[in-house]
Structures are given as C-alpha cells and as structure tokens.
C-alpha cells in the first residue's frame, strides 16, 4: 500500500528536470570540458570587496549619472553581509534611497541590443542575461566593468557548495533540491554551447559550466521577486540591498514607475520600509513567503523564525490502483492531481486538501462504492470527512511510515543540531545546513505526530456510514441504531 504514497523532495523551480539522488552526483559535472580557465579565475582577482573596487564602482554611478541626485541618501559599503548600502543621513520610513533609470538596467533588451543579441533571440532571458554577463567579464573594455568588479565570486547559496558542505545536507529536501537545480542549470548550459556558443565561437569566449553556474547563481541572488521570469532584469546599486529578518513588512519596498510626464523612460525606486540612522544599513524584507530551503537556495542564508521551516510532502495517485480513473477524475474536478504537493509549515496545520485528497488515494476495499458516478457530485464532500475506520488508519499508518522514513534518513538528530545551533560561531554554510536539517526534521516530527493522535482518535471518530444512518434518521441520541418492524 506504500506504493500509493511518496513522500519526496519537491522542486521550486517548475522547469527542473526531476530531482536526482544525491548519491548519485558527484561535484564535477557530469561532462568533461576542456582544461581551460575559467573566466572568473582569470578576470577575478577577489577585489570585489575591496573599497577600492567599491571606491571606483561609487565613481561610476556618479559618472554615468546612475543616480540624478548630488546628495544621495545612501553609498555602497563594506557590511557583514559582504556589500550593502549605507544611509549618509538620517531616513524615515518609506523614503525613496534611490532610483536607477532603465538605460541602467541589465535584461534581455540590453542584451538584445548588444552585439551578441542576434544569438540570442530565441533564449530564456535568464541564459542570455547569464551569458551577457559572463562576455562582458570576458572583456577588459566593458562598459559593465565597474559593476562586474563588485560581483562576489559567490554567496553561500547551496549552489556554490562543495560536495563535503553538502554531505551536511544529508537526507534534506533541500538537498535534492540543490541537486536539480544544477542539473537543470547544466542541461541549460549544454543546451546553449552546442547551440550558441562552439557554433559562435569568435563572438564567445570559452565559458565553463562553472561560470555558467556562477551567472546564474548571481542573477538568482540579485534580481528582485517580483522581477523574475519574462522580466528578468539586474539593477546594478539597488542590488546591493541586504535582507533583515526583522523587516516584516509586507508592503514591497521597491516598484517601477514612469520617470516623468513626458518620458518614456522608466525608474526602479527603492525605499526604506523602516526608518534608518545615518551610518546603518539600508535593509529590506526580501520576500516573507519563501521557506528557509529557497533563502537557502537563492541567497545563502536561512532564518530562526518557525514558519520558514517546511516539508513538502508528495502524494499520489498509483497507476496501478484498480480506480485509478475515477480517482483521477475526483482530483482533477477538485483542482488536484495524480500527484498533489502539499507544503507543511512548522507550527501550522495540516494543508487544507491533504485529508480529502489522502482519503481519496486510500479508498478502496468496501468504501469504493463512493467512486460511483452517483456520488460525483458529493464525493469531495464526503472525503473532507473520515470515511471509514479502515481508510483512516490506513491514511494515518502510510504518513507516519513516510515520516519515520525520511527522518531515518538525516545524519543527525534535531538534538545534535540544536546544539550546534547553540554553540554559536559555526560557518554561514554550516550554520545554513543546520537550520535547513533540524526544521526540516521538526516538521516531520509534527506530522507524525498529527496523524499518531489521529491513530488514537479512531475509535471515536465518526464514519460516513454513520453520518448517513443519521442523516437518514436511523440513529439515536446514544449513537444506537433504531430498528422497527413493517407494521
Ligand atoms: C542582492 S545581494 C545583496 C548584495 C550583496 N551583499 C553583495 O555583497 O553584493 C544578495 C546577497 O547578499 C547577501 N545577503 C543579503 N542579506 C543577507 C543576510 N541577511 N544575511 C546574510 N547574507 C545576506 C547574500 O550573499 C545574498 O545572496
């Protein structure tokens, strides 16, 4: 019967190819390029954090006139967070710090207009985003320069790590996640060396998955989350905005808008959701509905706050099951699938459609007469309620076998972590692959324990064929069943 359920790592990018086992990959691609040097390793010297570089990036914003105002509220500075920005005066709530003018901006109309846009019509704005950047490190003369030069050689999202940091993922669904997301990076970058690049060779330079890797981990760590997809766009300066986990706005912080009456130019604006003191950093909320894995995955960092930490469980509909069909028909007329994700957040309850949708997977035996087409208008109805005993415990045994499946897998106990957590002064990776593990680990626990007292409660739980006798006045105040006699 296990086999109706799965309990796997979802994706959060809906275009990766499904996720591989970790034991399957090792840290090198899975394809040999040539030995060359990567771009980064001949045109990065680590200056990105240095004021100098820092010093000569400022003098392009003013030269270039990024920024109109003589006076700006803030600079770029060195920050724990590695780059951020610094208010020069005291800023109150919701003032504007800055706003950078679209001729500024990097998206696929900058590329598009460059001299590699005739190649790169037909792709992802993403891939010709990543391969416009890595061109314009490419060479010494870009106009770009300046603001290439303070892009880090990484962040801390998992995407950078080496096999021995993600060892420390051990059986996370984070880790699986990882995973696909490179495989999906390096099945776009074979994509586009053989179709764009070795065809192109004198407009390109040699570009490694590494690079490749690197631009698209940039662009996920930079670009804003309203800007994604079609609109795609790098801000230079407004990208070196900081996250504050205490910043819990939900107002955004930043929208683009005409830059006047009579222009057709347009301004990213950026503000301030708190009011800010001279000399401190300029920080927002990044985005309060992404979970600790995708800060994780995106950013390279996680938060403490509860609610960040989830568990997505998948469920489905087995090929094999006698009332695949008809099951298929309820899930899909009710909004589901033959697979169904269902996303558990720590401290909160269960998915509102997990029940209905689990009781569904699980019918069979004498409860199947509810799969009749008598009953499709009321089945959904029906499952939002335990169905049978049998059904019940069944739903509750397959979930806790799952919970206690995925827990076995960890290397650690959610003791062990918090311990480590306590400790202080561990690596920003490790400290990520941590918190990712133990509230990975704690929602577990809470949906075992869920569907344990659920297992307690079975007995007292009422049954459709005991809602029905009622509905049909059949049973007593005391729960007994009322016979008469035909007179
Ligand atoms: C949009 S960039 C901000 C500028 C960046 N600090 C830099 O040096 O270029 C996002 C990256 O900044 C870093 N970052 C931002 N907020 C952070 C935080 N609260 N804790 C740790 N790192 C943070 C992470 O490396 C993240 O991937």
Redesign the pocket.
Known sequence: MNTLFSLSPSSFFTSYKPLKPFSSQTNKPAFHFTKRLSINSILSPTT??SSQAVDTFWQWVFDKGVISNKNPAVKPGI??????LIAQRNISKNEVVLEVPNKFWINSDTVAASEIGKFCGGLKPWVSIALFLLIEKARKDSPWRSYLD???DA???TLYWSEEELSELQGTQLLSTTMGAKDYVQSEFLKVEEEIILPNKNMFPSITFDDFLWAFGMLR??SFSRLRGQNFVLIPLA???????SITTQDSAYEIKGAGLFSRDLLFSLRTPVPVKAGEQV?IQ?DLEKSNAELAL????VESRSNRSRYTLTLQISESDPFFGDKLDIAETNGLGETAYFDFILGESLPPAMLPYLRLVALGGTDAFLLESIFSNSIWGHLELPVSRANEELICQVIRDACRTALSGYGTTIEEDEKLLEGGNLD?RLEVAVGIRAGEKKVLDQIDGIFKDRELELDMLEYYQERRLKDLGLVGEQGDIIFWEPK
């Open positions: 990105h954090t920050v724990p967070e590695g780059l951020g303070i892009l880090p962040t801390n999202s760590s930079r990208d070196l905005i900081n996250h504050s986990p920080m990044y995106d950013y390279g960092f920003p």
